[in-house]
């Protein structure tokens, strides 16, 4: 994981750790309309790993959702994972 990632990780995990805030991990791969399964198969993985490190770091498991999207369909970048703080 680059180090950025990990510093932007650190700091959700910072903010939720010690609440009772829920998180959505939305995950996006790059591919085309042939290769949807292999974009949802690297979007998941992402989105497993970054939810293993916001574990590791003191989120509750039970508090993190995980959405593998695949391609994504908005004008976002298409290799990524967003986080979203859901309200309690």
Known sequence: MLAAAQTSLQ???DQIANTE???QINAYA???QETVSAARRLALSRALNVRSYLIEQG???TRID????????DTGPADR???LLLTP
């Open 11 to 13: 700091r959700v995990a």
């Open 21 to 23: 805030r829920r998180i």
């Open 30 to 32: 790059a591919g085309t």
């Open 59 to 61: 989120v509750r498991s």
């Open 66 to 73: 995980v959405r593998a999207i695949g391609l994504p369909e």
């Open 81 to 83: 994972v967003d986080i």
